[in-house]
């Protein structure tokens, strides 16, 4: 049965500005999205990146708002922001209290209608993306192989220019650049505007004349790309290198038609049948069966002017490219020699149909869902009959366009291995005076008084085998979302075994002792839906999955099985710790992921805090079947464990199938250890060595405080200040004022048994130094001097509203009583966090800087290329631990 259809109303505004809009009062807040009809294609020539680096530019200064005001509107509000590129569009959005739609409104309309950059934000913005370009591109191991990808598939058409762009096209671009940018497609006949959520539709349309219809339409025409790609008429084959690439890769690009294609839709459901999830093909065949691959995946990439399908795949350790990339030709000619399954076609028929309910869940997801569907799709009312098409699709249809569009010659082939690579321009900073702003002609709109937010009710029941039920209803939804949630997790593994907790979370899901194996299992639970997930953190275990409404006792059939009798196979614990051990290979490239786990071991040492969750290869390589069958049974006992039931059931129904499917669950309840946490000494400064790295991640730690600390509050408070959201005093500090990094932040780090604050970024490797010393400046400030009211009350702002949005949906709901319960929390004081937070004082906030976050306890962990940044390190700090491999 397909879902009611979302309303809407569409109108045109004089000036030719499209106004979509969706009324809905569940939940006070209101979704804003502006969508221009402008992106990477619509770059200037030679310089890549700049319709990415423009979106950066419009939370600067418009001729009513100083720069970052627009976060002021949402971020201090408890809202939130952002923006995106694609090589056809720039969206920006916000989600806020619905009592300030009047003011976002207006401020969209002003920065579309005078934006106002000067040479200081503009060259600290560029500054930015430079090191959001060296963090995708450089730092990630993979990330030339996907710059590659987007810049090397086209020959003639204006996408071979990379969204993010590159260096030196980047340093070419100008002010006046940006101007003319601005002017010439940031104009009311190029934009899509939609509200949706909690608003009276004739105050909206009143408001959005007001600031919008007094925007002028320009005379000129907009310059639209005109450039026609040519079909291919050969297979491309190109060899690109990495400096340390962890695992030889590929990528596979064929060219397709554009997305209002008849074949759009199933191409999209190709790409769904390959690799939209672990019971598709590539899954199966690639990593699960040959176990050629770490990861497999496809992408049905389509735009606006022309579409191509992708293939990225990463060999699993010590397999071969070869042999890899012959496979996954061979799993693309079956779908041109065979029709696809009917129960394939039916997976993700209904997979489809998760995903629009989901979208409906939300004002952001519906307010996204009509921007696409006007902008990319034709018309708005392709919202409704989307879904109708590509349910339309059949095996036939799937099999033509496979053998239509995937041939050797419309092919390029990209294989990616360790080598050299490319030089990186590096370019000379460029210090501005700050402007002086000119006054503002006129002051936004005052908020109305806000809407009450009502916290969701809870039942709490207990079977007679000691198994928790807490149950929280959201009628209409349409979907219930299970969660079963048990105390354990990494940290009573301890280092030696480091990694056990989640090997046995992946292995639940990989065959049950009744003979169900683990391709059966993925294919049953996406057939209902969901996605049957599995995961550890550090201080609980839990599996959940999220279906319509009708499928719900067959998931939670399908999850008490994994739960109750797992098989671990020892066929299938060889084959997931291969994997574990891959991806940890891969993980261990990225400069923050290292000094994250090398925080992790200085502070903790030996105790089960003290290495990653994920553990390490030589962790791994030695975990047994005994180990984690004997984990499971220690962690897995009804009489701790917590089935969490949220969305469109009731509390009587939710209580009825967890005793039909748990009822009889009787396990031997063995002692849980409580992991002994003792902090070490560490240096104040360690340096991981790391040549290759493209950049520099920069991270302060220090002793933080347990979760069930009664200045736990406070503590969230503090950090909020320090680096919690993009407008905190270290992304202030960092990106906003001085472009070193694409964004830092911190977190209080509180976990049942000990917590470790950490506060960190990536940056260009010359600026570690300067970085570390900003950290620690910051840290002092919050200690010393006073903090502002209006700071004050914004840093509040930012932990209430996320954390209240999150509740609007069944699976946020569910996945925050998780949470919240795994660290051994009553359900009362489940909203005790958002009572205790405004009452808060500036006094409290700076007494816990000084005692739990004092600056002399903070440390170092630093990891990247040494010799550009250690003498101004040692300068700065005195002496420094330099490691050149992990331990030493």
């Given at each position: 049965?397909?879902?009611?259809?979302?309303?809407?109303?569409?109108?045109?505004?004089?000036?030719?500005?499209?106004?979509?809009?969706?009324?809905?009062?569940?939940?006070?807040?209101?979704?804003?999205?502006?969508?221009?009809?402008?992106?990477?294609?619509?770059?200037?020539?030679?310089?890549?990146?700049?319709?990415?680096?423009?979106?950066?530019?419009?939370?600067?200064?418009?001729?009513?708002?100083?720069?970052?005001?627009?976060?002021?509107?949402?971020?201090?509000?408890?809202?939130?922001?952002?923006?995106?590129?694609?090589?056809?569009?720039?969206?920006?959005?916000?989600?806020?209290?619905?009592?300030?739609?009047?003011?976002?409104?207006?401020?969209?309309?002003?920065?579309?209608?005078?934006?106002?950059?000067?040479?200081?934000?503009?060259?600290?913005?560029?500054?930015?993306?430079?090191?959001?370009?060296?963090?995708?591109?450089?730092?990630?191991?993979?990330?030339?192989?996907?710059?590659?990808?987007?810049?090397?598939?086209?020959?003639?058409?204006?996408?071979?220019?990379?969204?993010?762009?590159?260096?030196?096209?980047?340093?070419?671009?100008?002010?006046?650049?940006?101007?003319?940018?601005?002017?010439?497609?940031?104009?009311?006949?190029?934009?899509?505007?939609?509200?949706?959520?909690?608003?009276?539709?004739?105050?909206?349309?009143?408001?959005?004349?007001?600031?919008?219809?007094?925007?002028?339409?320009?005379?000129?025409?907009?310059?639209?790309?005109?450039?026609?790609?040519?079909?291919?008429?050969?297979?491309?084959?190109?060899?690109?290198?990495?400096?340390?690439?962890?695992?030889?890769?590929?990528?596979?690009?064929?060219?397709?038609?554009?997305?209002?294609?008849?074949?759009?839709?199933?191409?999209?459901?190709?790409?769904?049948?390959?690799?939209?999830?672990?019971?598709?093909?590539?899954?199966?065949?690639?990593?699960?069966?040959?176990?050629?691959?770490?990861?497999?995946?496809?992408?049905?990439?389509?735009?606006?002017?022309?579409?191509?399908?992708?293939?990225?795949?990463?060999?699993?350790?010590?397999?071969?490219?070869?042999?890899?990339?012959?496979?996954?030709?061979?799993?693309?000619?079956?779908?041109?020699?065979?029709?696809?399954?009917?129960?394939?076609?039916?997976?993700?028929?209904?997979?489809?149909?998760?995903?629009?309910?989901?979208?409906?869940?939300?004002?952001?997801?519906?307010?996204?869902?009509?921007?696409?569907?006007?902008?990319?799709?034709?018309?708005?009312?392709?919202?409704?009959?989307?879904?109708?098409?590509?349910?339309?699709?059949?095996?036939?249809?799937?099999?033509?366009?496979?053998?239509?569009?995937?041939?050797?010659?419309?092919?390029?082939?990209?294989?990616?291995?360790?080598?050299?690579?490319?030089?990186?321009?590096?370019?000379?900073?460029?210090?501005?005076?700050?402007?002086?702003?000119?006054?503002?002609?006129?002051?936004?709109?005052?908020?109305?008084?806000?809407?009450?937010?009502?916290?969701?009710?809870?039942?709490?029941?207990?079977?007679?085998?000691?198994?928790?039920?807490?149950?929280?209803?959201?009628?209409?939804?349409?979907?219930?979302?299970?969660?079963?949630?048990?105390?354990?997790?990494?940290?009573?593994?301890?280092?030696?075994?480091?990694?056990?907790?989640?090997?046995?979370?992946?292995?639940?899901?990989?065959?049950?002792?009744?003979?169900?194996?683990?391709?059966?299992?993925?294919?049953?639970?996406?057939?209902?839906?969901?996605?049957?997930?599995?995961?550890?953190?550090?201080?609980?275990?839990?599996?959940?999955?999220?279906?319509?409404?009708?499928?719900?006792?067959?998931?939670?059939?399908?999850?008490?099985?994994?739960?109750?009798?797992?098989?671990?196979?020892?066929?299938?614990?060889?084959?997931?710790?291969?994997?574990?051990?891959?991806?940890?290979?891969?993980?261990?490239?990225?400069?923050?992921?290292?000094?994250?786990?090398?925080?992790?071991?200085?502070?903790?040492?030996?105790?089960?805090?003290?290495?990653?969750?994920?553990?390490?290869?030589?962790?791994?390589?030695?975990?047994?079947?005994?180990?984690?069958?004997?984990?499971?049974?220690?962690?897995?006992?009804?009489?701790?464990?917590?089935?969490?039931?949220?969305?469109?059931?009731?509390?009587?129904?939710?209580?009825?199938?967890?005793?039909?499917?748990?009822?009889?669950?009787?396990?031997?309840?063995?002692?849980?250890?409580?992991?002994?946490?003792?902090?070490?000494?560490?240096?104040?400064?360690?340096?991981?060595?790391?040549?290759?790295?493209?950049?520099?991640?920069?991270?302060?730690?220090?002793?933080?405080?347990?979760?069930?600390?009664?200045?736990?509050?406070?503590?969230?408070?503090?950090?909020?200040?320090?680096?919690?959201?993009?407008?905190?005093?270290?992304?202030?500090?960092?990106?906003?004022?001085?472009?070193?990094?694409?964004?830092?932040?911190?977190?209080?780090?509180?976990?049942?048994?000990?917590?470790?604050?950490?506060?960190?970024?990536?940056?260009?490797?010359?600026?570690?130094?300067?970085?570390a010393t900003l950290f620690l400046d910051a840290l002092k400030t919050l200690a010393t001097v006073p903090i502002d009211d209006s700071e004050l009350v914004a840093r509040k702002s930012t932990l209430l509203g996320p954390a209240t949005r999150a509740m609007e949906t069944g699976s946020g709901l569910a996945g925050a009583l998780s949470s919240h319960l795994s660290l051994g929390l009553p359900l009362s004081e489940f909203g005790s966090l958002l009572a205790a937070i405004p009452t808060l004082t500036e006094a409290q906030v700076r007494t816990f800087a000084a005692q739990a976050l004092a600056p002399d306890q903070a440390r170092f962990v630093i990891v990247g290329d040494a010799k550009q940044f250690l003498p101004a390190l040692q300068k700065a700090f005195g002496p420094v631990?330099?490691?050149?491999?992990?331990?030493?």
């Amino acid at each position: 049965m397909l879902p009611s259809p979302i309303g809407y109303r569409r109108r045109v505004l004089a000036n030719g500005l499209v106004v979509l809009t969706h009324e809905s009062h569940k939940s006070p807040t209101v979704a804003i999205q502006v969508w221009y009809k402008v992106g990477a294609k619509d770059d200037p020539v030679g310089k890549s990146g700049f319709a990415h680096l423009f979106e950066h530019l419009m939370f600067k200064r418009s001729r009513n708002m100083p720069d970052e005001q627009l976060d002021r509107f949402t971020e201090d509000v408890g809202g939130e922001n952002n923006a995106y590129t694609t090589p056809d569009v720039t969206v920006y959005h916000e989600v806020v209290p619905s009592n300030h739609l009047e003011r976002l409104l207006w401020a969209e309309a002003d920065r579309m209608a005078s934006l106002q950059v000067d040479e200081s934000n503009f060259f600290s913005e560029r500054d930015v993306v430079k090191e959001e370009y060296r963090q995708g591109v450089l730092a990630d191991p993979y990330g030339r192989l996907d710059d590659a990808l987007e810049g090397r598939s086209w020959a003639a058409h204006p996408y071979k220019r990379p969204v993010i762009g590159n260096i030196a096209e980047l340093d070419a671009a100008t002010l006046e650049d940006v101007r003319a940018f601005h002017t010439t497609f940031y104009r009311p006949d190029n934009a899509v505007l939609v509200v949706a959520g909690d608003f009276d539709p004739a105050q909206c349309d009143a408001w959005v004349e007001r600031y919008f219809g007094k925007i002028t339409r320009p005379e000129s025409a907009i310059p639209r790309v005109s450039v026609k790609e040519p079909a291919r008429k050969a297979a491309r084959r190109l060899d690109i290198h990495g400096p340390s690439v962890p695992l030889p890769a590929f990528a596979l690009s064929y060219l397709v038609p554009d997305q209002r294609h008849k074949d759009a839709p199933a191409l999209q459901i190709l790409d769904s049948i390959l690799s939209g999830g672990e019971a598709a093909r590539f899954h199966q065949s690639l990593i699960y069966k040959q176990q050629l691959a770490s990861d497999a995946s496809t992408g049905a990439d389509l735009r606006t002017d022309a579409g191509m399908f992708t293939v990225k795949c990463v060999t699993a350790g010590g397999k071969s490219l070869d042999a890899l990339l012959k496979a996954t030709l061979a799993e693309l000619e079956k779908t041109k020699r065979q029709p696809v399954s009917a129960a394939e076609l039916s997976r993700v028929r209904t997979q489809l149909l998760v995903g629009v309910l989901n979208q409906k869940e939300t004002a952001e997801g519906i307010s996204g869902a009509l921007g696409n569907a006007e902008v990319l799709l034709g018309g708005a009312e392709k919202v409704n009959t989307r879904l109708v098409a590509l349910l339309a699709v059949t095996a036939a249809d799937i099999q033509r366009v496979a053998k239509l569009y995937l041939t050797e010659a419309n092919s390029l082939l990209i294989r990616y291995t360790t080598g050299q690579a490319p030089p990186v321009p590096i370019s000379p900073k460029k210090t501005v005076p700050k402007e002086t702003a000119a006054p503002p002609e006129e002051q936004a709109p005052v908020p109305a008084s806000p809407r009450p937010v009502r916290l969701p009710s809870f039942t709490d029941r207990t079977l007679a085998n000691g198994l928790r039920v807490v149950h929280a209803a959201r009628p209409g939804s349409g979907l219930v979302t299970l969660d079963l949630v048990v105390p354990g997790g990494g940290a009573v593994v301890g280092v030696p075994k480091a990694g056990l907790a989640t090997l046995t979370a992946t292995l639940l899901t990989r065959g049950t002792s009744t003979g169900k194996s683990a391709s059966q299992i993925a294919a049953q639970a996406e057939s209902l839906g969901g996605s049957l997930g599995a995961s550890a953190d550090w201080d609980s275990l839990s599996v959940g999955i999220t279906v319509p409404q009708g499928n719900a006792l067959a998931a939670l059939s399908l999850l008490a099985e994994v739960v109750q009798k797992p098989a671990f196979a020892s066929v299938e614990v060889a084959r997931a710790r291969a994997e574990a051990i891959d991806d940890v290979t891969q993980a261990l490239e990225e400069p923050s992921t290292l000094a994250r786990g090398i925080a992790q071991r200085l502070f903790f040492g030996q105790s089960g805090y003290g290495s990653r969750l994920g553990g390490l290869p030589s962790t791994l390589a030695k975990l047994t079947r005994t180990d984690i069958h004997t984990y499971w049974q220690r962690v897995f006992t009804p009489s701790r464990a917590t089935l969490i039931v949220t969305g469109d059931l009731t509390a009587a129904a939710a209580l009825a199938l967890a005793q039909k499917h748990f009822g009889g669950w009787q396990a031997r309840v063995l002692p849980l250890p409580i992991p002994k946490v003792a902090f070490q000494s560490v240096p104040k400064v360690v340096v991981l060595d790391k040549p290759d790295a493209g950049q520099a991640a920069v991270l302060l730690a220090l002793p933080s405080l347990r979760r069930d600390d009664v200045r736990y509050a406070v503590g969230e408070v503090a950090n909020a200040i320090l680096g919690g959201g993009y407008s905190s005093r270290v992304n202030r500090a960092v990106r906003i004022e001085r472009g070193l990094s694409y964004g830092a932040g911190s977190g209080l780090g509180a976990r049942r048994y000990a917590g470790l604050f950490q506060l960190s970024c990536q940056t260009k490797n010359e600026s570690a130094a300067e970085v570390a010393t900003l950290f620690l400046d910051a840290l002092k400030t919050l200690a010393t001097v006073p903090i502002d009211d209006s700071e004050l009350v914004a840093r509040k702002s930012t932990l209430l509203g996320p954390a209240t949005r999150a509740m609007e949906t069944g699976s946020g709901l569910a996945g925050a009583l998780s949470s919240h319960l795994s660290l051994g929390l009553p359900l009362s004081e489940f909203g005790s966090l958002l009572a205790a937070i405004p009452t808060l004082t500036e006094a409290q906030v700076r007494t816990f800087a000084a005692q739990a976050l004092a600056p002399d306890q903070a440390r170092f962990v630093i990891v990247g290329d040494a010799k550009q940044f250690l003498p101004a390190l040692q300068k700065a700090f005195g002496p420094v631990t330099v490691w050149k491999k992990w331990g030493g």
